[in-house]
């Protein structure tokens, strides 16, 4: 089992570009998710799925998209960068939304 | 407003020194309690769940504790290789977790 991948592990953007964080998980976990972790904030949720098809905003949604058309995969997009989204980037997966959840090792994303 | 707070922020210990870290938390409907380790450039790594005020894990030097208000990891005679961030979580009613802001540990050899 290779648990929980994300890539890129390093991304440097200008202002206004966009991209797509990708997260995948192999463990057929139903509920995912997506942090940004900012220093002295802790991590903060951003987007969540509690299954394919599902998805709903956590307390830091604005300039992020998500989609979950597969139970493996929850791509996070970024629309239009800004130098606010400068961070560290973690997905999460866990078999329920009340379950202990599993991270991926990371994105570290600069925004110029 | 759903929170969850961690004391203290930072920690320096001698190892074999015992101690504890604190989460206090205000969620409604709390479906879980959790505690993570964070190393240095990595994700967090699991380290207990708590779902019910008495309730206590245990693993290695580590045991995690919840009452209704509080959750406290102990750490028993720390070693250098304790030393880490750790983190606690609440589930809620909404399936939304909530992180505390972590107590970073430092145990000297």
């Known amino acids: 089992n290779a648990g929980v991948t994300q890539t890129p592990k390093f991304q440097v953007l200008k202002t206004g570009q966009s991209m797509t964080l990708q997260c995948a998980q192999d463990?057929?976990?139903?509920?995912m998710s997506w942090y940004r972790q900012d220093p002295g904030m802790g991590l903060r949720l951003i987007h969540y799925?509690?299954?394919?098809?599902?998805?709903d905003q956590g307390e830091v949604p604005n300039g992020y998209n998500v989609s979950r058309s597969t139970t493996e995969d929850f791509p996070l997009r970024l629309l239009s960068a800004a130098p606010s989204q400068t961070s560290v980037y973690f997905c999460?997966?866990?078999?329920?939304?009340?379950?202990?959840?599993?991270f991926g090792p990371g994105t570290r994303l600069t925004v110029t | 407003e759903d929170q969850v707070t961690q004391s203290p922020e930072a920690l320096r210990l001698q190892e074999g020194e015992s101690s504890s870290l604190n989460c206090s938390y205000t969620?409604?409907?709390?479906?879980?309690l959790f505690w993570y380790r964070q190393d240095p450039g990595k994700g967090p790594e699991f380290l207990f769940t708590?779902?019910?005020a008495g309730e206590e894990k245990e693993k290695e030097r580590l045991k995690a504790t919840l009452t209704k208000k509080e959750s406290f990891l102990h750490i028993t005679a720390p070693k250098p290789e304790d030393s880490a961030t750790y983190l606690c979580?609440?589930?809620?009613?909404?399936?939304?977790?909530?992180f505390g802001t972590g107590t970073r540990l430092k145990v000297l050899a």
């Open positions: 999460a997966s866990s078999y329920a939304g009340d379950y202990e959840q599993y």
């Open positions: 463990m057929n976990h139903e509920y």
């Open positions: 799925s509690v299954g394919a098809g599902i998805t």
């Open positions: 969620v409604s409907g709390l479906r879980g």
């Open positions: 708590l779902y019910s």
């Open positions: 979580a609440a589930a809620g009613g909404t399936y939304k977790y909530i």
